[in-house]
């Protein structure tokens, strides 16, 4: 009997070395990692508070650490292990990191920031838990602000896109409007349609809140698709909106509306609205779910 118990307290004590190994492991090789990227950190951050394209990066960080301690009783059933393609990752990521820095790209040393700690994790806790926390680490991609090149890029059609139908629409209403390039005039006001107000800064916002809303919705990948795709249009239709009621706005009380606090606040208005018609449609894809499953029994 008394070998019985022994034996049980080794086992027990195994455990535990084997669990403190693991932890000092873990917090050894991400404490070299977070030394590792100090010089990716201050510009990040910059972008995170200085481009409104990107202001959405300061959030990620924090929401996809909500979402791994949701999984902490996930992890902590799931058998651990290691898995040396995490190594394999992980170097494969340190040398795009060197080669980036040394070429000056962001995006890419940015990057790296993410798929390098995946790597860590793959190789200390191993695949099976690593799985269990798959989107929220996935998720962490959204704090890497988009190449200043390709918003650039995509912003001027945009720009020219939201300018026109704006134009139309406050046509439409009987007040007369001319367009030119992404200019507005009206009789006694002039409203330009500038890169901030092209979209970009809500198609990035939208995308990042569907993805997480698709996370959270219930059923297959089919709805989770649908709502992913809404995100671009529904950013576009909501840009309109500001454009055309800043513009209409322009037409009575001046072009002095379009700048300043109220510009601001209306743009903060219209980024509401959509985060609530983002909502409303994830609260119907899942109510459409539920009848599919109360139909299916």
Known sequence: MNDKNDATLVGYDQIIVDS????????????LWAVCFIPVYPSLVWTWFNNSNNSHGVLVPLVSAYLIW???????????????????ILLISLLFYLLSLAGAIAVVSRAMLVTSLIGILLFTIGKAKVSTITFPLLFLLFMVPAPASLLQLVAFPLQMFATKIAANIIAALN??????????????????VAEACSGIRSIMAYTML????????????????????????????????????????????????????????????????GL??????????????NKTQ???A
């Open 210 to 273: 569907s993805t997480l809303f698709a996370y959270f919705l219930q059923g297959g990948w089919g709805k989770r698709i649908v709502l992913l795709l809404s995100a671009v249009p529904m950013a576009l239709c909501a840009n309109i909106v500001r454009v055309t009621g800043t513009g209409i706005l322009a037409h009575f009380f001046g072009g002095s509306v379009a700048k300043g606090f109220l510009h601001e606040f209306s743009g903060m208005v219209v980024f509401i609205f």
């Open 276 to 289: 609530c018609l983002l909502g409303a449609e994830f609260q119907a894809l899942g109510r459409l779910e």
């Open 294 to 296: 109360k139909g299916a």
């Open 175 to 192: 007040i007369p409007v001319y367009r030119e390039g992404n200019m507005l005039f009206f009789v006694h006001a002039q409203l330009e």
């Open 20 to 31: 403190g190994g693991l932890v000092l492991k873990l917090a050894t090789l991400l404490i």
């Open 70 to 88: 949701q999984k902490r009783a996930d992890l902590c059933r799931t058998p651990g292990g290691v898995s040396w393609w995490g190594g394999v």
